[in-house]
């Protein structure tokens, strides 16, 4: 099995910056595409940004210019350091990994989601 921890939502003030975490451990013999995504209430689940093993970034339309998602390969953890937020960042974001749990077989994982509140 696979945990994935997520850290780092909360409260900020429009313009502000917060970075999330999401640390994966467990049985996993390799980390493929790591990314985070983000809901709204009665809206489906979108994209935010994804990041593969070697290090190729995607973003959406919306975070570009704003986004960072990084990775930490060592230590199986991933990054989102999101700036000049904006109220319609508003939303609990989720980070998502594709995993390994043996040689050629492949599971996805969710976190439990983070709650950011951005005000105007």
């Known amino acids: 099995q696979v945990q994935l921890v997520e850290s780092g939502g909360g409260l900020v003030q429009s313009g502000g910056s917060l970075r999330l975490s999401c640390a994966a451990s467990?049985?996993?013999?390799?980390?493929?595409?790591m990314g985070w995504y983000r809901q709204v209430p009665g809206k489906e689940r979108e994209l935010v940004a994804t990041?593969?093993?070697?290090?190729?970034?995607n973003y959406a339309d919306s975070g570009k210019g704003r986004f960072t998602i990084s990775r930490d390969n060592a230590k199986n953890i991933v990054y989102l350091q999101m700036n000049s937020l904006k109220p319609e960042d508003t939303a609990v974001y989720y980070c998502?990994?594709?995993?390994?749990?043996?040689?050629?077989?492949?599971?996805?994982?969710w976190g439990q989601g983070l709650q950011v509140t951005v005000s105007s």
């Open positions: 998502n990994v594709g995993v390994e749990v043996g040689l050629g077989v492949p599971r996805n994982y």
């Open positions: 467990g049985s996993i013999f390799r980390l493929n595409a």
């Open positions: 990041i593969i093993r070697g290090g190729v970034t």
